[in-house]
């Protein structure tokens, strides 16, 4: 599992393709394990009952639409994007694993820098889109990547000793962010069209109040386990020279939800499972970094 969540990272902001193998492949392990083992890993019961009311939720939404077939397809499609949360959850095994996921991760994004750059002077306008297919969809990849770079700077074990290639792809990738970002926000718009781009009214649209609810109500949990990761954090480091794992989970939780207000960058398929795998990670790693300093059994 550990080389399937390697192979996700490196191809998070390349390739859906690549990233639906990993999650076919990351399922059959599963399962291989359930059969020959008799036993699944200790997983966070709490946020898999979480996710276990969202997905009941949505199916009731799913029950009162008006085409219920299709809705129930969506909500089989949005479990899939949800899984790569519990890969993290229920198989990273050391924080130096999660260093050189981490690493996979940066390669992938910086590849996608690349290919922004190369568009950037290639083309005739200052719309790059990366390896996505459009430009919102690249800027809201980066709004996930810069708190990673920063995470990856302020850490002082293993292969993030070094400081200098995270600081690069971290002053890289805030200057594409805002290349990408002056070009939506040049573009002429109203509130109306505001509205009808916001991820919340979008899943309001399709998913009606109950769909609405469930979201913010499994969204706001995985904040509220955040904020209690980073306070349990803060009170065994107080040093300059480290970063939080729930800190920096939590400003990439707000940072897509802000952008989800003006758009639905969430609801597309790469962005969502990247979300899903960096907060599983995040989580699973704020809980090692815990146990080493004795503070849960």
Request: net charge neutral.
């Amino acid at each position: 599992m550990y080389l399937v969540m390697m192979l996700f990272a490196l191809t998070s902001n390349l390739s859906i393709a690549a990233t639906s193998v990993c999650i076919v492949l990351g399922a059959i392990l599963v399962i291989a394990q359930r059969i020959c083992t008799g036993s699944l890993p200790d997983m966070d019961k709490g946020l898999v009952k979480m996710v276990g009311i969202y997905c009941v939720l949505q199916i009731v939404a799913a029950l009162m639409a008006p085409d219920v077939p299709k809705s129930l397809e969506e909500v089989w499609g949005t479990v899939y994007r949800i899984s790569p949360l519990f890969m993290g959850l229920g198989y990273l095994q050391t924080r130096r694993r999660m260093a050189w996921i981490l690493v996979a991760f940066a390669v992938s994004v910086f590849v996608g820098d690349a290919m922004g750059a190369y568009q950037l002077i290639a083309w005739d306008d200052f719309s790059p889109t990366g390896a996505s297919n459009q430009s919102a969809f690249y800027a809201t990849h980066l709004l996930m990547a810069l708190p990673i770079f920063y995470l990856m700077c302020r850490q002082d074990e293993g292969v993030l000793a070094k400081k200098t290639v995270p600081g690069f792809l971290l002053v890289f990738s805030l200057l594409m962010y805002g290349v990408v970002s002056w070009g939506d926000w040049s573009m002429p718009t109203s509130l109306d069209m505001v509205w009808k781009q916001s991820s919340f009214s979008k899943i309001l649209l399709e998913t009606g109040p109950v769909g609405l609810f469930s979201f913010l109500l499994l969204q706001g949990y995985i904040l509220y386990r955040l904020v209690r990761l980073y306070q349990a954090e803060k009170s065994i480091s107080h040093s300059v020279n480290t970063a939080s794992y729930g800190m920096i989970g939590i400003w990439i939780l707000a940072g897509i939800h802000l952008e989800g207000m003006l758009e639905s960058s969430i609801l597309q398929v790469s962005i969502m499972r990247e979300y899903w795998l960096l907060m599983g990670l995040l989580l699973a790693a704020g809980k090692m970094k815990l146990l080493e300093a004795g503070k849960i059994e």
